[in-house]
């Protein structure tokens, strides 16, 4: 179907952001919005289209790249949280630890990461996005040989601080790092990519787990915590692949250097230039704070008493960071062999076993939202995850309770564990878990960007600390069955969330983003915004 405006597409060199499903195929935006300069017109089929075609492919190639290299500290929290799982059984046993210090080794890392996440917002702004991924790594590198080492248990929690600290860089860097060099088209696809490399890296930590459990207690906890160092390691060879971002350039006065980078993550030249006037114009707009308040303000000041513009933006990056964490997903990956053990499987290598079925589905969940979150959209997608997830925290919590009072047979109940657990999960990944760092990373302004994701990866880390340092308290107060059903009952608060203060942000750029709150140019530029979507409809 020739869409309306074709013609105008083949004016500017036919280059778009979403361009031809190429490399990878599931890139390809298929959602509702597609831009006019998105499309290649068939006018273009002879050698020059040829040409056009191979540059995308190109540019795609590269962004995915980039995109990976970024998200390998990603790994790290995910290998982090999955190992811990089973370490914390063994390191009970070596050192010695009571209840109330495994709640504190394991629930510490998010609140220790929050001080990473809250440095990292201004170490990117004064560093670079790409420096601040490299800075990670090596912090994270230095706290994980000391945990590995670690003859005691205040030596550990060193370690810890140190491996938090380079965690909270890592995740807050890498979503802002590769929104910022993507396509709009493909955003939510490669934005998405830490979500799925913290999915491997939890994978991997559960097998680590179950490959390790078999040496003795005083060497397979230590050994699992010292392959957590290899993935940063990869690090050093990534930062020589990949670009700085083109919007920090740009913040900076290095005009020329961002034209050079924007040139390899677009498809033509005409692209290029127009999304360097595009990233200029809201650098400028940045700069004099065009409607948001007073230019002299600094961002932390602007972020502590916000326009009503930021803080509607405020209300959504912040607010969907929380329900991500608030509904129990890290409780039950950290503490899934204890939820197996109340469900009635008993042995050490069959509760590691199960946890390694719940990392298969984590990380299999996440590669679908990746192929789905461009074509079908943010928001359709959040409202199946929050509504799954609500449903399979409601079964697990009555299957648990039916078991606990022998309503059910014990092989019923381990299968309705197994498979709730599962299923929560399941729609996490598919939803919340990587939209919410896609979304947090696209809705603010420029000039606030870093450190408002890092304000909501604070959130995040936060509400993650909370969860699993008073999951085994709120579990001898209320029972396991009792923590799962107020798990659900929150989520049920999420699906409203989403509903009243997410909007749809697929297809669109960054720079048009800040129109859906009210931001960046006046109402009759968003008038023309919201006119043109509704044209390109298919």
Request: with cysteine; proline share 4%.
């Amino acid at each position: 179907m020739m869409l309306p405006s074709a013609e105008l597409s083949s004016s500017n060199g036919g280059g778009g952001a979403s361009g031809l499903p190429t490399l990878p195929d599931f890139l390809g935006r298929k959602n509702k919005y597609v831009r006019m300069d998105d499309v290649l017109p068939p006018e273009q089929e002879g050698e020059d289209g040829g040409v056009l075609v191979r540059e995308r492919q190109s540019s795609r190639r590269y962004i995915f790249a980039c995109s990976v290299f970024a998200s390998l500290n990603s790994v790290l929290l995910g290998y982090d949280v999955g190992v811990m799982s089973g370490c914390i059984l063994f390191i009970q046993r070596d050192l010695h630890i009571n209840e109330v210090q495994q709640e504190v080794l394991v629930g510490c890392l998010s609140f220790i990461s929050l001080l990473g996440s809250l440095a990292g917002g201004r170490t990117s702004d004064a560093m670079g996005r790409k420096w601040t991924i490299g800075l990670a790594a090596v912090v994270f590198q230095a706290g994980a040989a000391v945990m590995t080492l670690a003859p005691s248990f205040r030596v550990l929690m060193v370690g810890r601080l140190l491996a938090g600290i380079g965690i909270g860089f890592g995740v807050m860097i890498a979503p802002v790092y590769i929104a910022e060099i993507s396509p709009a088209g493909s955003r939510g696809s490669f934005t998405s990519f830490p979500e799925i490399f913290i999915n491997l890296g939890i994978l991997l930590g559960y097998i680590s787990n179950y490959a390790f459990s078999g040496l003795p207690d005083h060497i397979n906890w230590r050994v699992m915590l010292a392959v957590g160092i290899l993935p940063s390691v990869s690090i050093a060879f990534a930062l020589l692949v990949i670009p700085e971002s083109p919007r920090w350039l740009v913040m900076q006065g290095r005009a020329d250097e961002a034209r050079a980078v924007l040139l390899r993550v677009t498809d033509t030249e005409d692209e290029a230039k127009e999304r360097l006037a595009e990233i200029e114009a809201a650098a400028a707009a940045a700069a004099s704070n065009g409607n948001y308040g007073d230019r002299n303000k600094t961002v932390w000041q602007e972020l502590s008493r916000p326009s009503p513009v930021i803080a509607r933006m405020l209300v959504t990056g912040v607010g969907i960071q929380c329900f991500q964490q608030i509904t129990g997903i890290d409780a039950l990956v950290y503490y899934s062999p204890t939820i197996f053990r109340d469900a009635g499987i008993t042995t050490e290598r069959q509760l590691l076993a199960a946890t390694v079925a719940v990392g298969f589905f984590k990380t299999a969940f996440i590669a679908l939202a990746i192929v789905l979150i461009d074509r079908v959209g943010r928001k359709p997608l959040l409202y199946v995850s929050t509504v799954g997830m609500t449903a399979c925290l409601a079964a697990l919590s009555a299957a648990l309770f039916l078991q606990a009072r022998g309503s059910v047979s014990r092989g019923a109940g381990v299968g309705v564990a197994i498979l709730t657990v599962c299923g929560d999960v399941a729609f996490f990944s598919v939803g919340i878990g990587p939209i919410c760092w896609v979304v947090s990373s696209e809705i603010f302004p420029l000039r606030l960007r870093s450190q408002a994701a890092a304000l909501g990866a604070v959130a995040n880390r936060v509400t993650s600390g909370a969860v699993a340092m008073s999951f085994l308290s709120i579990c001898r107060a209320i029972s396991v069955s009792g923590a799962f059903a107020a798990f659900a009952a929150i989520s049920a608060l999420s699906v409203l969330f989403v509903h009243k203060f997410v909007p749809e942000t697929s297809g669109k750029t960054l720079e048009q983003i800040e129109s859906l709150f009210g931001g960046g140019s006046g109402g009759e530029d968003r008038r023309e915004l919201e006119l043109g979507d509704v044209e390109q409809l298919v």
